[in-house]
């Protein structure tokens, strides 16, 4: 149910937002009054305020009624983007109330709509919300049919975060119908997208603590544009200041020559003259007093804002150099938890890779009785995929025997790593120990030894493995007596004498895994092989391998290439199946453990 928390935690924070501020009492006036003015717009919008207020309040009863008013108005006005809305809105408030029935009903008229716009992103997320609403009432099949056709969508609309929440709901109801291999499969791709979101998320925090800087540099720029600015403005001030003093030692001169001239006793028309000049000057020292008054009040209002601005710059290049710094140590602190999880988990994963080759039989040993290779491809870097080989030389009850198989276990990386540990643990008991020969008889030891490992009488656990298991020994005359038994891997057999590649079926039932009543038994097969020769044992890994367009490596192609190349040296036989299987998948992203073992009979 990943996408359904995620909706509703979506929906939660919108729906805060919308409503902060506002109580039922008030929004209940604001509805009766758009009522009475007759305004069916304003009441739907009120009421959907009021509902997402009551869904907040975790009022859920009254919030779908609510819901419901606002979506018969939206009909009635046929605003399809208001009622679509309201479709969805109601589908998360009945899944909330694990009224999963009325969810179904609301989320399908919302995806019918969504159909109809082309939308595929809606429709995307539709069927999601869908998905979930079926997956409550524990419809798996359906949820997976739905999420599927969602993954189809959102891989169209190239939204990334959908086609994570339909992996991630694939998964949850593959393993609810008990199929493990799909839902660790989508398991895997659900956390590589989730990986990769989180790794963009990451990506766009340093984005906007380098905006941050940016926008900090800029007002430190305006900050020193300002500072150069009031300067210049101060000269021009002090300028000004000069002159006044300058016009004013002038004054005060003339005002002097006027006395002297009235002290002296001039002809009356001269006094008068300079009475009125005078009053002239007394009136340009009074405006000129004025003006400068106006002047100084003008440069201080100036010089006091600019100082002001300053100081609320400097106050916020402070807050913001320290929530840079703050975030700058948070997102340094997160790198480095990161990347020694990751060094940890690396360190781990690559001890495990050598603890598990360890075991792997030496090819140089089977080189000794057989022409041999091994292709060996693990998926991640431990697989779940392992070889098997033990050899008794002649006594004298019984000829020398070789033993050789071929086992893809449950899953691959580290779960499939420790389901090998334990096969090959329990195969060695089982031949080496107890000296049980007979293939069929080995499988079933091997079957009941699973089971008794894994408790799975008692546990729900199904994990289990396929094999394809050889006991091969000498006949006489140049040919060798071949027994083989099989769990879900057939063996593929080159007969020299007609060049041609046979399959030999295997059981259709696997080791350990699901407990069915009636078990048939493994089926022994016994023939005679010559010289020349060749016996193929494989897991599903390389049969099963997608190209870009999504067709498998296939049985059929992988018989032909044996068919090829068969009377090669085994060294180029090898060479060419790997080059076979590059370009068939080229770029597209190995899906398996792969696995090919291969022996020719010699003399």
Request: charged share 25%; glycine share 4%.
């Amino acid at each position: 149910m990943r996408l359904k928390i995620l909706f509703i935690l979506i929906c939660t924070t919108l729906l805060n937002l919308a409503v902060l501020g506002q109580t039922v009492d008030e929004l209940k006036q604001l509805i009766d009054k758009s009522k009475k003015e007759g305004s069916k717009t304003q009441t739907a919008q009120y009421l959907s305020k009021l509902a997402n207020l009551y869904w907040n309040n975790e009022n859920f009863k009254d919030a779908i009624e609510t819901y419901k008013e606002a979506l018969n108005i939206n009909k009635e006005q046929n605003n399809v983007n208001g009622y679509h809305k309201i479709y969805d809105f109601l589908g998360l408030l009945y899944c909330e109330s694990n009224q999963f029935a009325n969810a179904i009903d609301y989320f399908q008229k919302s995806l019918d709509l969504s159909r109809k716009t082309g939308s595929k992103a809606e429709i995307a997320s539709d069927l999601i919300n869908l998905a979930n609403a079926y997956a409550g009432v524990d419809n798996a099949d359906k949820a997976i049919k739905l999420a599927d056709e969602a993954l189809s969508f959102s891989k169209e609309a190239n939204n990334i975060k959908l086609i994570k929440s339909a992996y991630g709901l694939l998964a949850d109801n593959y393993k609810k119908i008990g199929n493990n291999d799909k839902a660790n499969e989508y398991f895997s791709l659900y956390s590589t997208f989730d990986a990769h979101i989180k790794n963009q998320e990451l990506k766009e925090k340093d984005k906007e603590v380098s905006e941050m800087k940016n926008r900090t540099s800029v007002a430190e720029n305006d900050i020193r544009s300002k500072d150069k600015q009031l300067e210049t403005k101060n000269v021009q001030l002090q300028k000004v200041s000069d002159s006044l003093q300058i016009y004013d030692k002038k004054t005060k001169e003339q005002v002097m020559e006027i006395n002297l001239l009235n002290s002296e006793n001039k002809v009356k028309d001269l006094n008068l003259q300079n009475q009125e000049q005078q009053l002239r000057l007394e009136r340009t020292i009074r405006y000129s007093l004025i003006g400068l008054f106006l002047l100084i009040f003008v440069f201080s209002a100036l010089l006091y804002k600019q100082y002001s601005d300053k100081k609320k710059a400097n106050v916020l290049l402070e807050a913001q150099n320290i929530e840079i710094k703050k975030q700058k140590e948070e997102i340094e602190a997160q790198k480095a938890k990161v990347d020694y999880q990751n060094k940890m988990i690396r360190d781990s994963i690559n001890y495990a890779q050598n603890i598990q080759n360890a075991i792997l039989p030496f090819i140089g040993e089977i080189n000794t009785i057989f022409d041999t290779f091994i292709i060996y491809r693990p998926k991640d870097v431990v697989s779940g995929d392992f070889y098997w080989y033990s050899h008794f030389p002649a006594t004298n009850s019984h000829p020398a025997r070789t033993f050789i198989a071929a086992v893809d276990c449950t899953g691959h990386g580290v779960p499939g790593a420790f389901m090998s540990m334990i096969g090959n643990r329990l195969l060695s008991e089982i031949v080496n120990e107890h000296e049980i020969s007979q293939p069929a008889e080995i499988l079933e030891y091997l079957n009941n030894g699973i089971r008794k490992a894994l408790n799975q009488r008692n546990t729900e656990n199904e994990d289990g493995m396929d094999i394809c298991l050889c006991r091969l020994e000498p006949a006489g005359e140049g040919t060798t007596k071949l027994i083989y038994a099989g769990a879900k891997r057939p063996l593929f057999l080159f007969d020299n004498a007609e060049s041609k590649v046979r399959i030999i079926e295997a059981n259709r039932r696997s080791i350990g895994g699901i407990l069915n009543k009636k078990e048939d038994p493994f089926i022994q097969h016994e023939m005679i092989v010559k010289i020349g020769d060749a016996l193929y044992l494989s897991s599903d890994g390389l049969i099963d391998q997608p190209n870009f367009m999504r067709k498998r490596f296939g049985t059929q192609y992988f018989i032909e290439t044996l068919q090829k190349y068969s009377n090669l040296k085994m060294t180029e036989q090898k060479a060419y199946i790997e080059q076979a299987l590059d370009n068939f998948k080229q770029s597209e992203e190995q899906r398996d453990d792969i696995m090919v073992i291969a022996i020719k009979l010699r003399s």
